[in-house]
């Protein structure tokens, strides 16, 4: 795991441009040898072209570790195995099940897609990347990487592990690295036969880069540490949504005290959680929204 000698580095005293075809090469048989023997390759959403499933594990792997989608993922797609039938769940169902993955924004997600796709696109994920990433919780990056492992179409898009292979192999000596010089390499280097094995590729030889060396992507531009979810807004939300779905509703006081947090800061919480569909402020009750 070196980077590419003679790469393209912008901004370097050399000028050098992008890289050249031998570059390209050595760079997609380091990338595709690392995977063969190595990548992941049971992981079950690789092992399904089902559009609808490439969605769920898409919207589940955002800021979340495989071990924990491997986890929930199968039984998501028990509990709710199309989009027809996510999209009459409850939310209730819906976050019961996505209990324990955290960023429950995305459960609310995924089901508001269910029902565009129902509705507009007669329960088939279209193939367009503009179209993806209009859907609520799917970004530019989700967009690309739907397209890429649902329709092995030669998407450019950039994410945690792929960013940290570009970084650590085309710019070594580079300090600040920004998306926008890293995507002309992408675009340029993508394997337009196999969009789909490439990428997963890409991912794993980044995963393992990052347990291997001190992370590439603190070069990056982009580069955010998460904070701590102890005592953290994230984890009061978390306990709201535990509480309502063991009880349905509850008096709003009655919620304040068990939580045992300050009334104003749990207050911000549930006007936060109603606005975004999460839960029914209702004179002094809180409940569920259905």
Not at 188 to 201: G, H, I, Q
Not at 218 to 227: A, W
Request: net charge positive; hydrophobic share 40%.
């Amino acid at each position: 795991m070196y980077p590419v000698k003679g790469a393209y580095m912008p901004g370097n005293e050399k000028g050098r441009g992008l890289p050249d075809q031998g570059d390209i090469y050595h760079f997609r048989e380091r990338i595709m040898g690392f995977y063969r023997r190595n990548g992941r390759h049971n992981l079950l959403w690789r092992n399904t072209s089902d559009p609808y499933h490439i969605l769920v594990s898409e919207i589940m792997l955002q800021q979340t570790q495989v071990s924990r989608v491997t986890e929930k993922y199968p039984l998501f797609i028990s509990a709710f195995p199309d989009v027809v039938s996510l999209a009459g769940a409850s939310l209730a169902d819906v976050l019961g099940v996505w209990k324990g993955m955290g960023y429950n924004r995305r459960a609310i997600a995924l089901r508001e897609i269910a029902g565009l796709v129902v509705s507009r696109f007669s329960g088939f994920i279209p193939e367009d990347e503009t179209v993806l990433s209009s859907f609520p919780g799917i970004g530019k990056a989700t967009a690309g990487s739907i397209a890429a492992f649902a329709f092995n179409r030669p998407t450019v898009f950039i994410e945690t592990n792929i960013r940290r292979v570009y970084i650590h192999c085309f710019f070594a000596d580079q300090v600040p690295v920004s998306d926008n010089e890293i995507r002309p390499l992408v675009a340029l280097t993508v394997d337009r036969e196999r969009p789909r094995e490439w990428y997963y590729a890409l991912m794993d030889y980044g995963s393992e880069l990052g347990r291997r060396i001190t992370n590439p992507n603190r070069k990056s531009t982009h580069y955010y540490r998460q904070k701590a979810f102890e005592g953290s807004d994230r984890q009061l939300r978390g306990k709201v949504l535990k509480l309502l779905l063991q009880e349905h509703t509850l008096e709003r006081n009655d919620l304040i005290s068990r939580l045992g947090e300050a009334p104003e800061r749990t207050g911000k919480i549930l006007d936060a959680l109603a606005f975004e569909g999460f839960i029914i402020l209702e004179n002094d009750t809180v409940r569920l929204h259905h």
